[in-house]
């Protein structure tokens, strides 16, 4: 399968712990994508990476979360101290740079409880 | 802040009906418009994507159309099938340097195709 993939798929967890996810993207693709996704709405912008510089963060991305790509191939995102309003799926996805499609590929989603 | 609205939130249509789902958006400084489909509790999947200087795509039964200047795009499904039944998201990516390169979603077209 060359998709973009993530692990793992479900993630339950206790208020107050610390979690991290993992996204190995397409393996051509240089710039790689998280967002998180609320029941009932679209998926929101967290932030990206070119190869392995972060080179922008959304507002959403409070000091608790951290995200990181070493050696600008898979990536891992962490959320410290985790709160019931953390829970979402969280969608990477990849593209390829620069390209004239600029097709983003999603993953199939971590999805993350909080209780 | 860029706004990305679609129109109708819920579509319920008979198997072979011809429709269209709409999309616009608040800022007409974009660098691309995607269209997505998600099944349930899974990604996203790329149905078609129209760069700024470009008026429509086509990818077998789907059209997408953008003008860019009135900020709309629309996607067109002929022949529909109980297969089609997904949300359908719009996606816009801005124009602009500096790395603003992640997508700004709607919350979505959520479509059923009776049988």
């Known amino acids: 399968d060359t998709g973009v993939s993530q692990n793992p798929r479900h993630k339950i967890t206790k208020r107050g712990q610390n979690v991290t996810f993992r996204c190995d993207p397409i393996s051509e693709h240089n710039r790689l994508y998280w967002y998180r996704q609320t029941l009932g709405q679209g998926p929101e912008f967290l932030t990206y990476f070119q190869n392995e510089a972060q080179l922008e963060k959304s507002r959403l991305l409070s000091d608790r979360f951290s995200a990181e790509r070493p050696k600008g191939s898979f990536s891992t995102l962490e959320i410290q101290r985790t709160e019931q309003g953390d829970s979402a799926m969280y969608l990477c996805?990849?593209?390829?740079?620069?390209?004239?499609?600029?097709?983003?590929?999603f993953g199939p989603g971590t999805r993350l409880t909080v209780l | 802040k860029q706004e990305v609205t679609q129109i109708p939130a819920a579509l319920s249509v008979p198997e072979g009906e011809n429709l269209v789902l709409n999309c616009s958006f608040t800022?007409?400084?974009?660098?691309?418009l995607q269209w997505f489909r998600q099944d349930p509790g899974k990604g996203l999947t790329s149905l078609l994507l129209i760069q700024s200087s470009q008026r429509e795509q086509t990818s077998g039964r789907l059209n997408a159309s953008l003008d860019k200047s009135s900020g709309r795009s629309t996607l067109y499904i002929a022949a529909s099938q109980p297969g089609d039944s997904a949300t359908y998201l719009c996606a816009v990516r801005p124009l602009g340097g500096g790395g603003a390169d992640g997508l700004t979603f709607g919350k979505g077209t959520h479509l059923i195709i009776q049988p």
């Open positions: 996805a990849s593209s390829l740079d620069p390209g004239w499609a600029d097709t983003q590929y």
């Open positions: 800022d007409s400084a974009i660098y691309n």
